[in-house]
C-alpha cells in the first residue's frame, strides 16, 4: 500500500489549494483597511474573507494530510484517513445536505432582500449631549411613557 503522506500527496493538495494562497491572504491584509477608509464596504469584506480563505488553505496544504499532527508519536496523529466516516454515513449526509443547502439559500435571499440597505437614522433620533462618547455607548435611554 502506497503512504499518503510525503511530499508528493503535498504537492497534489498544493495544487489544489494553489501556490497563490500566502499572497491572496497578504493582499487582503493590505487592501482591508485601505477599501475600509474610502468606505466600500463591499470591496473590504472580500478583502477580509480572502484573508480568511487564504490562511486556510495555506494551513491546510501545510498539514496535509494530518488534521492534527502527534508530538509524542506520529503513529497517533489523526490524519484525513482515520478521521473520515464510513462511506454510508457520508452519502446519507450528502443527501440531507442538499436540501438544506437549498433551504438556507433561499431564506438568506429573503432576509437580505428584505432588510437590503444601509440604515440611516434621522438627525432627531440620537440627541446632542455633553456625555463621552465612551458614556453614551453604556448609558441606556429611557423608555417613553414610563413612570419616575
Known amino acids: 500500500m ?10 497534489g493538495l498544493v495544487r489544489w489549494t494553489g501556490p497563490g494562497d500566502p499572497l491572496r491572504a497578504l493582499l487582503g491584509l493590505a487592501l ?4 475600509h477608509s474610502r468606505q466600500a464596504d463591499r470591496a ?5 474573507a480572502a484573508v480568511i480563505a487564504g490562511l486556510l488553505a495555506s494551513t491546510a496544504a501545510g498539514l496535509y494530510p494530518e488534521l492534527l499532527p502527534s508530538s509524542v508519536d506520529a503513529s497517533r496523529s489523526l490524519t484525513v484517513a482515520n ?3 464510513p462511506p454510508g454515513a457520508l452519502l446519507t ?3 440531507w445536505m442538499i436540501p438544506a443547502v437549498v433551504l438556507l439559500a433561499v431564506s438568506q435571499l429573503l432576509v437580505y432582500r428584505v432588510f437590503a440597505g444601509r440604515v440611516i ?3 432627531e433620533a440620537h440627541p446632542p449631549n455633553e456625555l463621552s462618547s465612551a458614556e453614551t455607548v453604556r448609558s441606556v435611554p429611557p423608555t417613553p411613557g414610563a413612570s419616575k
Open 2 to 11: 502506497r503512504s499518503t503522506t510525503g511530499w508528493r500527496s503535498a504537492v
Open 121 to 123: 437614522l434621522p438627525e
Open 93 to 95: 449526509a450528502l443527501l
Open 44 to 48: 473590504a469584506f472580500l478583502c477580509s
Open 32 to 35: 482591508a483597511p485601505r477599501y
Open 83 to 85: 478521521a473520515a466516516a
